[in-house]
């Protein structure tokens, strides 16, 4: 089975989140700047046009296009109803026997005429539109307004990115699942009293698991592993390289280390146990192309936090002592720090050139390799 990681990763237990919550369209924004908000408030709504439906009414009556305009009982921008006649024609002289010539349309589906052709005799229906409304997805403080498009919602928070997810926003209490990063997340370790949790599991979730934790109303996942077969059977399809986070599952699902059963940094695995019982929010939105997003665990600050004192952690390159992981072989998924750092390219097993750097492995022992070879991880 192939095991994949990506470069940078972010796990911090201080930093300074800024959420962009912005309307697919121009609507309406329901907070102003210095508002409280929670997970669940509606910061900005809007409405989705609905879909165009075309009638041809001109050949449903049988007449030609430029005289669609006599048959009509109904205008642009009318409401109409699904069956509504919305155009007709008359028999000649109003008389009784000459009922059965005439001929009448109805409306397909709810909505309003968009617009009616004098040139093909079809009339577009546009159907109702659907509500779209924007919550604010973390605890925090609207901290900036874009008037009728959105906010800018801002919070202290510990922060975790995986390396793939899939499933939507969400959020719930951290529970721990797992006694250690190393413990496989089965089954059996998933019960009704978890319903409503983000449980935290260490090297790797079956798929029986992923069932079971939606069948109990679970909220998330945040696991070191997850098995590429496993992924392919449970969605039912090849995922590629397209985004994910539109799946149509109630639990979100987040890995932190990669495909296969890998353990999940001790680190990140300390870190929210150290958080057990406070309110996490999840995405599993994850893109590896151009546009890169990734899979993440935010778990605000509880508290008043001033964020004027707050700083933004930024990713100043790998140096002496930056924790890395290993990300190929023969030291493949091993996490250590970097004690040296040297200028010279060294030539390698394959007679390339390269830079390289040293690592000292957690548990002991050290090992020289390509920077190439390595991810760092923000801290």
Do not use: C, W
């Given at each position: 089975m192939a095991h994949s990681y990506t470069p940078g990763l972010k796990v911090t237990d201080k930093l300074l989140v800024q959420k962009h919550r912005i309307l697919p369209l121009k609507g309406d924004v329901l907070v102003k700047v210095g508002d409280r908000v929670?997970?669940?408030?509606?910061?900005?709504?809007?409405?989705?046009?609905?879909?165009?439906?075309?009638?041809?009414?001109?050949?449903?009556?049988?007449?030609?296009?430029?005289?669609?305009?006599?048959?009509?009982?109904?205008?642009?921008?009318?409401?109409?109803?699904?069956?509504e006649v919305i155009a007709a024609t008359k028999p000649p002289f109003n008389l009784a026997f000459l009922k059965f010539m005439s001929g009448s349309c109805a409306a397909t589906i709810n909505g309003t005429i968009e617009s009616i052709s004098h040139v093909t005799g079809q009339v577009l229906q546009r159907g109702e539109p659907t509500p779209v409304e924007v919550k604010a997805y973390v605890r925090g403080e609207v901290t900036e307004v874009f008037p009728r498009e959105g906010v800018v919602i801002t919070c202290v928070a510990s922060f975790v990115q995986g390396i793939f997810g899939i499933?939507?926003?969400?959020?719930?209490?951290?529970?721990?699942?797992?006694?250690?990063?190393?413990?496989?997340?089965?089954?059996?370790?998933?019960?009704?009293?978890?319903?409503?949790?983000?449980?935290?599991?260490?090297?790797?979730?079956?798929?029986?698991?992923?069932?079971?934790?939606?069948?109990?109303?679970?909220?998330?996942?945040?696991?070191?592993?997850?098995?590429?077969?496993?992924?392919?059977?449970?969605?039912?399809?090849?995922?590629?390289?397209?985004?994910?986070?539109?799946?149509?599952?109630?639990?979100?699902?987040?890995?932190?280390?990669?495909?296969?059963?890998?353990?999940m940094a001790q680190?990140?695995?300390?870190?929210?146990?150290?958080?057990?019982?406070?309110?996490?929010?999840?995405?599993?939105?994850?893109?590896?192309?151009?546009?890169?997003?990734?899979?993440?665990?935010?778990?605000?600050?509880?508290?008043?936090?001033?964020?004027?004192?707050?700083?933004?952690?930024?990713?100043?390159?790998?140096?002496?002592?930056?924790?890395?992981?290993?990300?190929?072989?023969?030291?493949?998924?091993?996490?250590?720090?970097?004690?040296?750092?040297?200028s010279p390219l060294r030539k390698l097993e394959s007679e390339s050139m390269a830079r390289v750097l040293e690592v000292e492995f957690d548990g002991g022992g050290k090992a020289v390799v390509p920077r190439a070879n390595v991810e760092m991880i923000e801290s």
């Open positions: 929670t997970e669940d408030v509606v910061v900005a709504r809007t409405l989705l046009p609905g879909n165009v439906v075309p009638i041809n009414v001109a050949n449903s009556l049988g007449i030609p296009p430029e005289d669609i305009e006599h048959v009509m009982l109904k205008k642009e921008r009318d409401r109409i109803s699904e069956k499933g939507g926003e969400t959020h719930g209490a951290i529970h721990m699942a797992a006694s250690s990063n190393s413990i496989v997340l089965s089954e059996d370790l998933i019960t009704a009293d978890h319903k409503g949790k983000i449980l935290v599991g260490g090297s790797l979730v079956t798929a029986g698991a992923l069932k079971k934790a939606i069948a109990m109303g679970v909220k998330g996942i945040v696991v070191g592993g997850f098995d590429d077969k496993d992924l392919r059977d449970f969605l039912g399809y090849d995922i590629g390289v397209a985004i994910t986070g539109n799946e149509d599952m109630s639990t979100t699902l987040v890995v932190t280390e990669g495909f296969g059963q890998i353990n680190r990140t695995f300390d870190l929210l146990k150290r958080l057990e019982g406070q309110t996490a929010s999840i995405n599993g939105a994850t893109q590896i192309r151009a546009g890169v997003i990734r899979p993440e665990v935010v778990i605000p600050e509880t508290g008043n936090v001033d964020l004027k004192s707050a700083k933004v952690a930024t990713l100043e390159g790998i140096t002496i002592g930056s924790p890395v992981r290993v990300i190929r072989h023969p030291h493949f998924g091993r996490l250590g720090k970097v004690i040296d750092l040297p």
